[in-house]
């Protein structure tokens, strides 16, 4: 167990610390980083090419203030917008509680991944 989690731990620690939540977005993103389908990170919605590459059930990773730091992270839905761009489930900071949103393509976009 102890060489499993020196493998998934980016803070190169020997062994788990009651302190640290392991579902903090960096540790996450090394997770699927590690585990998971990398896919594309560009999203142009007027594109169908690309729109057809984010699928519900993606997860995607981003920066939500824009100072170059994973911050969060969410689901791709199965609901879209008028236009046809899929909306994202996350929770953060603004606006407070889980939401499900239209942000692709408004956020930086850090990782996408799916998950097998």
Known sequence: MVADFTEICIWR???ADSNIDYRRIQNLKVFF????????????????SNLSQWLAGDVVFFDMDGDGYTDNVGIISDFTTRKGV???IYNHIDPGYTVEDDILGKKSI???????
């Open 13 to 15: 620690q020997r062994f």
């Open 86 to 88: 899929p909306k994202v």
């Open 110 to 116: 850090t990782g996408h991944y799916m998950y097998p």
């Open 33 to 48: 980083e590690r585990n998971a389908k990398s896919l594309i990170t560009s999203f142009d919605y007027a594109d169908y």
